[in-house]
T-cell receptor
Framework: AQKVTQAQTEISVVEKEDVTLDCVYETRDTTYYLFWYKQPPSGELVFLIRRNSFDEQNEISGRYSWNFQKSTSSFNFTITASQVVDSAVYFCARLDFGNEKLTFGTGTRLTIIP | DADVTQTPRNRITKTGKRIMLECSQTKGHDRMYWYRQDPGLGLRLIYYSFDVKDINKGEISDGYSVSRQAQAKFSLSLESAIPNQTALYFC??????????????FGEGSRLTVL
């Protein structure tokens, strides 16, 4: 099976620090989508971003930014000036067009220390 | 009201009991999924359905069965629950039309504990 690897199991940073969550994926397909989801302590899954394989342009949304590099099969997520509310488990995921099943990484638990 | 509703939200049961987790959606999506979340393992796909007559096994379907009663309803059953099925279960929907890009819409999760 083609995997999504989040090597960082847990990360802790002090509030206001920047933090980057890594995501590396495997794929044999040319058309696929990549996602990041956030799971706060309340347990629900919150969609953060979706990128398709043809769009390597980096994206910024407020304090969040994403760096998509096909050459290294990576889709990393950076939080700038972290806040306590950013504490959550973050999942990276891949969906192969045609397969239509979302494959998740194992998640990174981020703790922001006040 | 949530677009994807799971019931029950929490259930404690005993080994050997039959359990059904229900999912209903108001988004009009044709695709529905059941995922299981375990600490350190992320979310793993149990079953998925692309329409009422289409049911497919995911990566961890053993010990589970599903029923797609209608486009809006997709139930997950544990015929004889065992302790290692203790987990957080998520239902999700999607609409992979030509213009869609595969975002999943998740329910709030059902926490199942098997004693």
């Amino acid at each position: 099976a083609q995997k999504v690897t989040q090597a960082q199991t847990e990360i802790s940073v002090v509030e206001k620090e920047d933090v980057t969550l890594d995501c590396v994926y495997e794929t044999r397909d040319t058309t696929y989508y990549l996602f990041w989801y956030k799971q706060p302590p309340s347990g629900e899954l919150v969609f953060l971003i979706r990128r398709n394989s043809f769009d390597e342009q980096n994206e910024i949304s407020g304090r969040y930014s994403w760096n998509f590099q096909k050459s290294t099969s990576s889709f990393n997520f950076t939080i700038t000036a972290s806040q306590v509310v950013d504490s959550a488990v973050y999942f990276c995921a891949r969906l192969d067009f045609g397969n239509e099943k979302l494959t998740f990484g194992t998640g990174t638990r981020l703790t922001i220390i006040p | 009201d949530a677009d994807v509703t799971q019931t029950p939200r929490n259930r404690i049961t005993k080994t050997g009991k039959r359990i059904m987790l229900e999912c209903s959606q108001t988004k009009g999506h044709d695709r529905m999924y059941w995922y299981r979340q375990d600490p350190g393992l992320g979310l793993r796909l149990i079953y998925y359905s692309f329409d009422v007559k289409d049911i497919n096994k995911g990566e961890i379907s053993d010990g589970y069965s599903v029923s797609r009663q209608a486009q809006a309803k997709f139930s997950l059953s544990l015929e004889s629950a065992i302790p290692n099925q203790t987990a957080l279960y998520f239902c999700a929907t999607s609409d992979l039309s030509s213009s869609a890009t595969g975002e999943l819409f998740f329910g709030e999760g059902s926490r199942l504990t098997v004693l």
